[in-house]
Every structure is written in C-alpha cells, then in structure tokens.
C-alpha cells in the first residue's frame, strides 16, 4: 500500500502557473510510474502526464502541448507537474496515481485501470 499526498493547487489567472506536488510515502519503493490525472465537474476523469521511475520516460496527453512538465526527486518520493499557461477550462481536481505494473509503453499509463494507488486529488481554479 502506497500512500499519496498532492498539495500545491490554488486559484490562479488564465496564463499563470502553479506547481503539484505529491509525495508518496509506504511501499513507495515498488513503484515503477507516477500518474498525473484531472477531473472537472461533471466530465471523467482524464489523463494529463505519467513518469516512469525506471527509465525516466515521460508521456502527456495531447492536450498538454509543452505547457505541463512532469518530474520526480527519489530522494523524498516527490513527482511534481508544472503547470503553465494554464486555461479556464483546465480548472479541475488534479489527482496522482502510482502504478506497481511495469509497461515499457508509456501509454499504457494513460488509462487509469493501470494504477493501483490515488491521492485524494489537490483543487486548481484557473480565473479568466
């Protein structure tokens, strides 16, 4: 069992930026990807960014288009997702996932069935 802590959302303008966090803590050692997600009100859930902790591949959703980077700091079990030039309708719930299967193609992390672990999701309100 892992255990997954985002922080770092907030309120910000169209175009701004914020920074995710999320720490994971227990069994974090077994995971082989990190998963970001969203969730605006009343739409699925969607993928946004993974990171394997194996190779250091990373994988966006198209959506992104070079505005959102995903990166991690082993030594305190941290994955991170930049987030900037941010839009209204990106306003969501922006939750992390860990995944204990090992798939060398990165898409695989793209479907939520995959990860076996979830944060309790961290609130990001873009403003226009």
């Known amino acids: 069992q892992v255990q997954l802590v985002e922080s770092g959302g907030g309120l910000v303008q169209a175009g701004g930026s914020l920074r995710l966090s999320c720490t994971a803590s227990?069994?974090?050692?077994?995971?082989?990807?990190m998963g970001w997600f969203r969730q605006a009100p009343g739409k699925d859930r969607e993928f946004v960014a993974a990171?394997?902790?194996?190779?250091?591949?990373?994988d966006y959703a198209d959506f992104v288009k070079g505005r959102f980077t995903i990166s991690e700091n082993k030594a305190n079990n941290t994955v991170y997702l930049q987030l900037d030039s941010l839009k209204a309708e990106e306003t969501a719930v922006y939750y992390c996932?860990?995944?204990?299967?090992?798939?060398?193609?990165?898409?695989?992390?793209?479907?939520?069935?995959?990860?076996?672990?979830w944060g309790q999701g961290t609130q990001v309100t873009v403003s226009s």
């Open positions: 227990g069994r974090a050692f077994t995971n082989y990807a």
């Open positions: 996932a860990a995944s204990r299967l090992y798939y060398p193609n990165m898409r695989y992390y793209r479907n939520m069935r995959y990860y076996n672990d």
């Open positions: 990171l394997s902790r194996r190779g250091g591949n990373t």
